[in-house]
């Protein structure tokens, strides 16, 4: 196996280890709030603890690149994710759960930034979208197995195994990664800068109002199909596994559109079948009938997540881990605010926050050609 690949496995495989409670932890919401006798809406705050710590840890590690090498940042990325999970899962209090939370997004917050710096830098432009979508595909069979596991076993476990992933890939990447993910990033870092450049900014304006808007609403899953549709925790965790294969599907679906077609075709697919499929959430279905609305709204929000994510790769070089940085900083603290603000929404009604929210991200559709057609060629 030659020195791209391992690289490329090792990214991969330390996405699947952040990834492997992101779907799990949504779904377990309700059962969750069962063992500790807490309100759903309150143990959501675990959600928003994690994302919110994410967006502002992922700030930290481009300027870090320039001092330590890729290597070592991983290597202490997996290894302090996995002392902060397994903190987590053995905690008793839920005050204790919520600092870990915080500890974890901080910790996880550089996999996926150094992950797509390593793809700019290492590989072709005409590969990158299918390097970038089976990079993000990794992280739906990460959820995957950590959907099925929480539905068969206690919510605690959902911490432990990442902790236990994390423990192995510290030591993978500081040992494997000895040889040739030493380099570090030589341009300067500033985030003040890189706003100045019109075509970067209004991207970044972008994704902060998608990722708002797709996090008030996928955050809400499982307490919306425990409140709505009444579902146990197997069957909630089934709905979450049908999510994870329509994502799986529309990253390399997207990776392809991004790569044959246009980045901006890939966006524009991605963006209008997710706003009507959201929208179709604020009726009330059979299972069957939901559980397509499920893997659609994956697919499709994966499509365009892939166009936007492809695009920030090809920038420069001097400017790719600023951008790797930013992109997942203002994924998840909009992410993080998205979610706490439909909380004041749902507690009403979910039907209509959905539809309020698709209707958002249609008018999103009239504006995406300006946001991003200077960097989609």
Request: net charge positive; glycine share 10%.
């Given at each position: 196996m030659?020195?791209?690949?391992?690289?490329?496995?090792?990214?991969?495989?330390?996405?699947?280890?952040?990834?492997?409670?992101?779907?799990?932890?949504?779904?377990?919401v309700?059962?969750?709030?069962?063992?500790?006798?807490?309100?759903?809406?309150?143990?959501?705050?675990?959600?928003?603890?994690?994302?919110?710590?994410?967006?502002?840890?992922?700030?930290?590690?481009?300027?870090?690149?320039?001092?330590?090498s890729?290597?070592?940042?991983?290597?202490?990325?997996?290894?302090?994710?996995a002392?902060?999970?397994?903190?987590?899962?053995?905690?008793?209090?839920f005050?204790y759960?919520?600092i870990?939370?915080?500890?974890?997004?901080?910790?996880?917050?550089?996999?996926?930034?150094?992950?797509?710096?390593?793809?700019?830098?290492?590989?072709?432009?005409?590969?990158?979208?299918r390097?970038?979508?089976?990079?993000?595909?990794?992280?739906?069979?990460?959820?995957?197995?950590?959907?099925?596991?929480?539905?068969?076993?206690?919510?605690r476990?959902?911490?432990?195994?990442?902790?236990?992933?994390?423990?192995?890939?510290?030591?993978?990447?500081?040992?494997?990664?000895?040889?040739?993910?030493?380099?570090?990033?030589?341009?300067?870092?500033?985030?003040?800068?890189?706003?100045?450049?019109?075509?970067?900014?209004?991207?970044?304006?972008?994704?902060?109002?998608?990722?708002?808007?797709?996090?008030?609403?996928?955050?809400?899953?499982?307490?919306?199909?425990?409140?709505?549709?009444?579902?146990?925790?197997l069957?909630?965790?089934?709905?979450?596994?049908?999510a994870?294969?329509?994502?799986?599907?529309?990253?390399?679906?997207?990776?392809?559109?991004?790569d044959?077609?246009?980045r901006?075709?890939?966006?524009?697919?991605?963006?209008?079948?997710?706003?009507?499929?959201?929208?179709?959430?604020a009726?009330?279905?059979s299972?069957?009938t939901?559980?397509i609305i499920?893997?659609?709204?994956?697919?499709?929000?994966?499509?365009?997540?892939?166009?936007?994510?492809?695009?920030?790769?090809?920038?420069?070089?001097?400017?790719?881990?600023?951008?790797?940085s930013?992109?997942s900083?203002?994924?998840?603290?909009?992410?993080?605010?998205?979610?706490y603000?439909?909380?004041?929404?749902?507690?009403?009604?979910?039907?209509?926050?959905?539809?309020?929210?698709?209707?958002?991200?249609?008018?999103?559709t009239?504006?995406?050609?300006?946001?991003?057609?200077k960097?989609?060629?």
């Open positions: 030659n020195n791209k690949k391992i690289i490329y496995l090792l990214i991969c495989l330390g996405n699947i280890t952040i990834s492997f409670n992101v779907a799990a932890i949504t779904a377990a309700p059962a969750i709030s069962r063992d500790l006798q807490l309100s759903d809406l309150l143990v959501s705050k675990i959600i928003p603890y994690y994302l919110i710590p994410y967006g502002i840890g992922a700030l930290i590690y481009a300027p870090l690149t320039r001092y330590v890729y290597r070592s940042v991983l290597a202490l990325v997996m290894g302090g994710y002392i902060s999970s397994f903190i987590c899962g053995s905690a008793q209090s005050n759960i919520l870990a939370r915080i500890l974890m997004g901080i910790a996880a917050a550089g996999a996926i930034p150094v992950g797509l710096m390593i793809i700019g830098e290492f590989f072709e432009r005409n590969v990158r979208g390097l970038v979508g089976g990079f993000f595909s990794c992280s739906f069979f990460a959820s995957l197995a950590g959907v099925v596991l929480g539905g068969l076993t206690n919510w476990w959902i911490f432990y195994v990442p902790a236990i992933l994390g423990a192995f890939m510290s030591v993978s990447f500081f040992v494997l990664g000895k040889n040739f993910l030493r380099i570090k990033h030589e341009a300067p870092v500033s985030y003040l800068d890189i706003f100045q450049k019109e075509p970067i900014r209004n991207i970044f304006g972008y994704i902060f109002i998608i990722s708002a808007l797709y996090h008030g609403v996928h955050k809400w899953f499982g307490v919306y199909l425990d409140r709505l549709y009444h579902l146990d925790k069957m909630i965790s089934f709905f979450f596994i049908l994870a294969i329509g994502g799986f599907v529309g990253q390399h679906v997207g990776g392809y559109l991004s044959k077609k246009s901006l075709i890939s966006c524009y697919i991605g963006l209008i079948g997710l706003s009507l499929l959201t929208m179709l959430l009726g009330h279905y299972l069957i939901l559980g499920f893997i659609m709204l994956s697919m499709f929000w994966t499509i365009g997540h892939n166009g936007i994510s492809t695009m920030l790769t090809d920038f420069p070089d001097d400017d790719r881990p600023v951008i790797a930013l992109n900083s203002v994924r998840f603290i909009s992410g993080g605010l998205g979610f603000i439909s909380s004041f929404f749902v507690k009403k009604n979910f039907g209509l926050t959905f539809f309020y929210i698709g209707i958002l991200m249609l008018l999103l009239f504006i995406l050609n300006k946001i991003t057609i960097e989609g060629k």
